[in-house]
Structure formats: structure tokens, C-alpha cells
């Protein structure tokens, strides 16, 4: 079976009786079987799905489906779903069932969404490859010797591969856009605090967000509708108005003003190929009639410090939560409570989680604590407020994704360092809280997808997934 590429047209098959949710559902369960050999989900809801594809279909025939009925959607291994599994790819969660339901999740539901599986991901979302999960890597569809890039590396294969339309991620640093850039998808990580984190997973809390991955922006737009804005469960959500997102979407009459930074294109490890496609977008931008500007952004090489500084510190004390008391993994080797947290917590996580455990426990320690935390905290004041000046003067920051395209399984997993690189341009809307998108836009000689970043102001989520649509239409 073809399916439809957009939520819309499928939405129009199941009313014009040409399509059932039922089918729809079979046709992503097949496909799951068929590419289980990419690792992207955890859990499938087989089940599940099914009978809500029959109830939906019901709802359909008597006119009384919600705005999603008909969309399949995948939730990372980070969002609570009540009386299902949750385990952020963590062995120390082994065992452990979701009380509630994320407010994300339950806004989807409420909307007739159908929750297909739970996907892969880093553990705790720490990492830029997937590599990092107790379950195994997952693999990349467009070359199954490469990664997907992380933390969201099966969310963003869910969409890639056909398994679902649409996927809940989370982002922090970029797990949201680099594996979107990785796999030539859509991935929006909106402003922060504009949806709420209540049942996300918490890796570093002032930095978090829940994203979505599609192929077509009109699906990413729909479902932040639904999902973003106030909640009673979590105060630090924005009061700021939800936009009508979907609506109008393609009418483009502006002429756009885009600034690119010199530092992001004289950055060492940038690849050539994606170099020069950044740069011929300008161009192509620029011929449109846009006024696309170079701007500098001498701090660029203090935004990935000040990035691991902070979320080490946070990811230090939101963890120190696992302690084989309350959750999951116990270990069944202890003597006493001391013995207790210490062999769970060694046991039950992963080395990239314990190197930033240790590391955020020791830039928060008393004789650290000016010298680092003080200090990336004053550098991320600085950030924010130096991106927000020039987005006073430019519709729109454009930054490649990533460094380079997919690397290979292993590449990069006994050094640290490198890995960490991988994120040198998604920090800097986390850093600023700013919302951001990664968009498919073209591919590199080995046939690799490459991501442009779209970097906005505040809440300006409309405007991006407007220009979005615009730029992925422009050829
Ligand atoms: N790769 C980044 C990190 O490891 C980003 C992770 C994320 O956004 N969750 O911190």
C-alpha cells in the first residue's frame, strides 16, 4: 500500500471512505516488522493501536474524530504514557510503568492521535548517535552502517523509515534537530517552555523541550497546536498565546531578511560538502529576492562549554533521583543503604551518564561552583542576549545542522570530545531557549542528508514553520 505523504491527504482518504485507520495502522505494523533490524523502537503498542484504529474509524463514520484522528505518532522513550513502560533507555529504569501520561501525550490522545510504540533513544537523552542506549544502536535508514545521530535517533528513524508519520522527541542540545538533519527529516524544537515537560523525562530542566519530527511542516505545525501552551502540571510553561500554526501556511508574501554567522561557516570541523550547500542556499535565497547577511558571532566557541557545563550540573542533581529506592533497577548485591545506592547506580547506568554525573557534581561542588557554573551561567546570559540582538535586525538566523553528515557506528564512541561536536550549532537556540528547526536540504556526495538550521526569536514559531514551507518548496 502508497500511502499519502501528508496528514492532510490521509486525513481526506479516511473521509472520503478510500482509506480506514485500521489499514493504516497494518501498513505501519508491517512496515516496523519488515525494518526491525533498524533498533528504532523499544515497544511496539500492537494491540493496542488496532483497537483504537477501530474505535477511531467509528468516530469517523458518525463525524465525531478529533483534529488527529487518522495520525500515527511514536513517543520517545522519555514521555510518560500511564500503565506502560518507560525506561530512557536505561537499564536503571528496568521494570518501571508510567503512572500518568505526559500532558504532550494526553493532548495527542484527547485529539484521537493513535500512540504506535515507544522508541530508542540515548539514555537519559545523553548523547549525539544513539549510541548510548542499554538496548543497542539504532541504525540509519539511508546507510544501516551509520548512526541516526541522538538522543532521538529512533524517533527520528520512525519518521524516515515509514514507521509512523509523525514523532514526539525531546531536545536539549539538539536531539531533536541533528538526528532530523542525520535522516532527512523535519525536527522542530520550539521555544522553550512553550510546551509542557510534565511526564518528559527531565535530563537538564532549563534546557528541555519536546519536538517533533515529520516529513511535511503542516504535520509539525498541527501537533504543536495540540500539544503546546498552558498547563495546570507545570507552572514553568509560557503564558504566551498558542499561534494558529497550521493555519495559512503556505501563503508566503514576505520578503525575508536571514543572517548567517561567519564563525559557524570558519568552524574547522565543518565538511566541505555542507558548506558549500549552505552557501549555495544563500545564494538561492538571495536570487529570490531575500536579503541574506553575514553576521559575526565571536562567542560561538563558548556556546558548547557553557552548554555541557550547565546541563552536567542539572543532569547531576535530576538524576541523583535513581537511587534503587523508588524506581526501577535495585541492585541485588547490598548490604546497606549506603551499599544500596551506590551498586544500583553503578550498575544501572550507562558510562556516558555516570562521566555527566560526575562532571555536573563536580562543577556544582563548593570550590568549582563560581569558577564553572557561576560563570557559564553569566556566558549563557550573554549568548541568549547577543542571538536576540540579532534577530531584532534579521527575521531568522541560518546555520548548517551538523558539522557533517552521519557518521559511522563506532566512529566517534571512545572519544567524548568528538562526539560532543556534533551538536556546535543546535547548543545555541538551547542555550538562548530559542525555538529552532532542522530541514532536509540535499544530500552530500556519499548520498547522505544534510540539515540547514532556521534559528528564530521568541515564540516566533509561526513565522518559522512559514518560512519552513517556503524554503522546502523553493525548487
Ligand atoms: N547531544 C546533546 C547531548 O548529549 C544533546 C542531547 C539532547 O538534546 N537531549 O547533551
Known sequence: MKLPASFQSIRAALENGTLTCAQLVEHY??????????NAFLEVFEDEARSKAAKIDEKLVSNTAGRLAGMVISIKDVLCYEDHNLQAS???LGGFESQFTATAVERLLAEDAIIIGRTNCDEFAMGSSNENSAFGPVLNAADRERVPGGSSGGAAVSVQADLCLVALGSDTGGSVRQPAAFCGVIGLKPTYSRISRHGLVAYASSFDSIGVFAKEVEDIALVLEVIAGEDDFDS????HKVGHYSDNITT???????AYVKETLESPGLSESIKTNILGHIEELKAAGHTVEQVNFPLLQHILPTYYILTWAEASSNLSRFDGVRYGYRSPNTTDLSSLYKKTRTEGFGEEVKR????GTFVLSASYYDAYYTKAQKTRKLIRDQTKAILQEYDFIITPTTPTTAFKLGEHSQDPLEMYLADLYTVQPSVAGLPAISLPSGMDEKNLPIGLQVIADDFKEKELLKFSHYFLNLN
Open 29 to 38: 505494523l508491517e512496515n516496523i516488522h519488515e525494518r526491525n533490524h533498524l
Open 252 to 258: 508566503h508574501t514576505q520578503n525575508y531578511k536571514l
Open 90 to 92: 536505561s537499564k536503571i
Open 236 to 239: 514553568t510553561v509560557s503564558r
Open 356 to 359: 555527566r554525573i560526575m562532571l
